[in-house]
């Protein structure tokens, strides 16, 4: 059974950086679409990231362009390089992955982690 560990969340100051990682163990990931995913407290959790099974495609929520990059190797691990934090990044990031092309729906996807907090202070 695959498992998802994200890691790299922390306490950084607005304007700072941030790189999220996302590794998985069980099983290879190779074919797998990753994608990142954020839940603020008392908001429902909602699309940041996700990247093909061979990197070559990528796509972004609105807020988060031009600020994010989603990256993968080719084996087990994905992630979030976060530049120009803003105090309204500040979530719970989760990693995620799925079988099927890439979706910008929670529920597209079938393997989650556990979750990484991320505090952006102004």
């Known amino acids: 059974q695959v498992q998802l560990v994200e890691s790299g969340g922390g306490l950084v100051q607005a304007g700072g950086s941030l790189r999220l990682s996302c590794a998985a163990s069980g099983r290879t990931l190779r074919s797998y679409t990753m994608a990142w995913f954020r839940q603020a407290p008392g908001k429902e959790r909602e699309f940041v990231a996700a990247?093909?099974?061979?990197?070559?495609?990528t796509y972004y929520a609105d807020s988060v362009k031009g600020r994010f990059t989603i990256a993968r190797d080719r084996v087990n691990t994905a992630y979030l390089q976060m530049n120009s934090l803003k105090p309204e990044d500040t979530a719970v990031y989760y990693c995620?992955?799925?079988?099927?092309?890439?979706?910008?729906?929670?529920?597209?996807?079938?393997?989650w982690g556990q979750g990484t907090q991320v505090t952006v202070s102004s």
């Open positions: 990247i093909s099974w061979s990197g070559r495609d």
């Open positions: 995620a992955a799925t079988g099927r092309a890439p979706e910008y729906s929670v529920d597209g996807y079938d393997i």
